[in-house]
């Protein structure tokens, strides 16, 4: 047994956001490669599925397959407990609170909403109060050793180079008063008050992280705590399995918009630096910064802060992203696609703009109408307006190079055992970016496409066609252009 799998065993650990991504991923590798007695994990209810029924259907969820066919009992040792961070008071009964401060000695705050354009009443909310809540219920547990708080590495994106320290002077208001006008000011005024409380944030999202972080800072006082940055979390490389992902959001988005063939055109420098780390990876070095921050004692002054995105040995670009998204998109078409799948980049908004109305508002309206004439519902010309808003929103984070200083993520990672390495590896610097990919893209077929791996086969054939149609159609339209070109020409000379 390692090093740190010596220390969670037989320890209590409370866990917010265990229904997300990274946190199921950190739940199933407490599960497959640790002896952890009690992981409480808070849940809501959501959309009509109270949270028992929520967490039922996890066995049924593909993260946690190869558990249970090891370990069909696993699942016993997580506890789902009733809250809910939009509330005042995180929505926990008295009795459940006594519980978590009696038995709880492990925290991981990872709870958010990671919409970037989400109302700000309700990013404070959850973003913000809840942090701070979390705080006080860490500081009533009497067997605390350590609390680990799940943030951004963009949580200060305000400026290019982020070290691992705090950053308050960069926001317009402080937490607390924040805090307190959200409480004193009905919720359409606090949202109509977002441009000027964000400053130069480009989101509710990052704002809030920021905010959360300054409470950290300033309410934490002597709690064994610490903060987690990672970059822009993405599909697993190696664990659970490789590939797995079950959400849409961010670059993913873009790279199965390609691979649907609905998307064409994007804003994205490709020569800006990707800020991007799987989630297994990230998973490996939460755990690691819980262990770190327990065994370590706190130095005067601020809390530890761990940035995690790709080494300055193996960085990657956002061009680097779509080639390599782009050459292995043959490897694993879908047949689901709807034209063979391109993507063209572009930094200017208006040349965005104005392609978008070929490459897709065109086509789309096209479609639409023979949905209609076929008696169903359209459904292009919505999809297209969601997909431009979410590349408005990624914009900033897709055309600007950050560089990030990760001596703390270093220094954990030297401190660890060549044991620990293996079991919780997150070395960004031995991650194979072109072998990443290839996984990627076979898990975004497999667990977002909904598409068995015998398919791959029909897949080839469709896309082969799509190709010849795609050609076929690129010479057409030569063809008109040269013949309008020669006309006008023609009447020029006549002129």
Known sequence: ?????TFYKDKTMLLTGGSG???K?????????????????????????????????????????????????????????????LEPDLG?????RRLLAAEVQIVIHGAATVRFNEQLHVALAINTRATRLMVQLAKQMVKLEAYV??????????????????????????????????????????????????????????????????????????????????????????????GWIDNLYGPIAV?????????????????????????????????????????????????????????EDNLITWGGFRDRSQNLVSHYPLTKMMWCPFLHCTTSPWLFRLVAYFYHLLPGYAIDVVLRLRGQKPRMIKLY??????????????????????????RLWKRMSSLDHNIFDFNMRGLNWDDYFMQALSGIRIYLGKEEPHTIVRGKKILWRFKVLHRI?????????????WSLHKVLAVI
């Not at 047994?1 to 799998?5: G, K, L, T």
């Not at 809501?44 to 009992?73: C, H, M, N």
């Not at 926990?92 to 459940?96: I, Q």
Request: charge should be negative; proline fraction near 6%; charged fraction near 20%.
């Open 1 to 5: 047994m390692s090093e740190i799998q």
């Open 21 to 23: 991504f990274l946190g």
């Open 25 to 85: 991923v950190i739940i199933e590798k407490l599960l497959r490669t640790t002896e952890v007695k009690r992981i409480y994990v808070l849940l809501r209810a959501k959309r009509g599925q109270e949270i028992q029924e929520r967490y039922v259907a996890w066995e049924s969820d593909p993260v946690f397959e190869i558990l249970l066919k090891t370990q069909p009992k696993a699942m016993q040792r997580v506890a789902p407990i009733r809250a809910d961070c």
């Open 92 to 96: 926990m009964s008295d009795t459940d």
């Open 149 to 242: 708080h799940v943030s951004t590495a963009y949580s200060n994106c305000v400026v290019e180079k982020i070290e691992e320290k705090f950053y308050p002077e960069h926001l317009s208001c402080s937490a607390d008063k924040v805090l307190k006008l959200s409480e004193m000011l009905d919720i359409e005024m606090i949202d109509n008050m977002a441009p000027a409380l964000m400053g130069r944030y480009p989101n509710t999202y990052t704002y809030t992280k920021a905010l959360a972080e300054q409470v950290i800072q300033r309410e934490a006082g002597d709690l064994p705590i610490a903060i987690f940055r990672p970059g822009v979390i993405i599909a697993s490389y190696k664990e659970p399995m490789p």
């Open 255 to 311: 790279l199965y918009g390609v691979a649907f063939g609905v998307l064409r055109i994007t804003r994205l420098n490709v020569k800006a630096q990707a800020g991007i780390v799987p989630v297994d990876y990230s998973a490996c070095m939460a755990l690691a910064a819980v262990w770190h921050t327990a065994i370590e004692s706190r130095p005067q002054g601020d809390p530890a802060i761990y940035n995690f995105t790709p080494s």
């Open 385 to 410: 307006d969601k997909i431009h808003k979410n590349i408005d929103v990624l914009a900033p984070f897709v055309d600007t190079t950050w560089k990030f200083d990760t001596a703390n993520t270093q």
């Open 473 to 485: 159609l690129q010479l057409t339209l030569c063809c008109g252009a040269a013949a309008l070109l």
